[in-house]
T-cell receptor, first 119, second 116 residues
Framework: AQKITQTQPGMFVQEKEAVTLDCTYD???????LFWYKQPSSGEMIFLIY??????QNATEGRYSLNFQKARKSANLVISASQLGDSAMYFC????????????????FGKGTHLIIQP | GAVVSQHPSRVICKSGTSVKIECRSL??????MFWYRQFPKQSLMLMAT?????????EQGVEKDKFLINHASLTLSTLTVTSAHPEDSSFYIC????????????FGEGSRLTVL
């Protein structure tokens, strides 16, 4: 079974500051993928960043970077230079990447962190 | 990027009626689609995995007779909430996996169902 833990229900951050959203995971899979999604109040899920378990480099996408520490089973999202438009719910998710076939598995999501950027 | 469209975005229905939600991949073929349910201020919970041309695989605790899923083509999956009740009111989101994609899933915009 897979489990995602996001320990920060909410965070207040001043505009232009960097923010780290915590995510730890638990899985018995050897290969897996880790994702971060942003969900604004409109409800849509916006893909931010992906990290494969065998990727040696931490993933980066613009202002987003993923601090992947495999031994600690953590995949924290770092947002640099936060903007007012970053205010939203942020979900960490994972999916096993089994080689045995049988189709793709759906994502397992954490409970989310509500990020509020203050001017 | 790949686009997944859900319709309708909002639906209000009377208790006892059935509601169909469509999930379409607009510019790619989706061999697998997933249906999630999200309660207010809560995370997304996977309901079922839908593979084209075969029966959906439901997660534990999800009633397959209540939530009918059909994946008739590589670009369309439908979720039908049968005999809807107020407790079925929720936000339903689909996602699709592109056949050539290694890991990323593409999400629809979501459908908010309100059962009166």
């Amino acid at each position: 079974a897979q489990k995602i833990t996001q320990t920060q229900p909410g965070m207040f951050v001043q505009e232009k500051e960097a923010v780290t959203l915590d995510c730890t995971y638990d899985t018995s899979d050897q290969s897996y993928g880790l994702f971060w999604y942003k969900q604004p109040s409109s409800g849509e899920m916006i893909f931010l960043i992906y990290q494969g378990s065998y990727d040696e480099q931490n993933a980066t996408e613009g202002r987003y970077s993923l601090n992947f520490q495999k031994a600690r089973k953590s995949a924290n999202l770092v947002i640099s230079a936060s903007q007012l438009g970053d205010s939203a719910m942020y979900f960490c998710a994972m999916r096993g990447l089994r080689d045995s076939g049988g189709g793709a598995d759906g994502l397992t999501f954490g409970k989310g962190t509500h990020l509020i950027i203050q001017p | 990027g790949a686009v997944v469209s859900q319709h309708p975005s909002r639906v209000i229905c009377k208790s006892g009626t059935s509601v169909k939600i469509e999930c379409r991949s607009l510019d790619f073929q989706a061999t697998t689609m997933f249906w999630y349910r999200q309660f207010p201020k809560q995370s997304l919970m996977l309901m079922a995995t839908s593979n084209e041309g075969s029966k959906a695989t439901y997660e534990q605790g999800v009633e397959k007779d209540k939530f009918l899923i059909n994946h008739a083509s590589l670009t369309l999956s439908t979720l039908t909430v049968t005999s809807a009740h107020p407790e079925d009111s929720s936000f339903y989101i689909c996602s699709a996996r592109r056949a050539s994609s290694a890991g990323e899933l593409f999400f629809g915009e979501g459908s908010r169902l309100t059962v009166l």
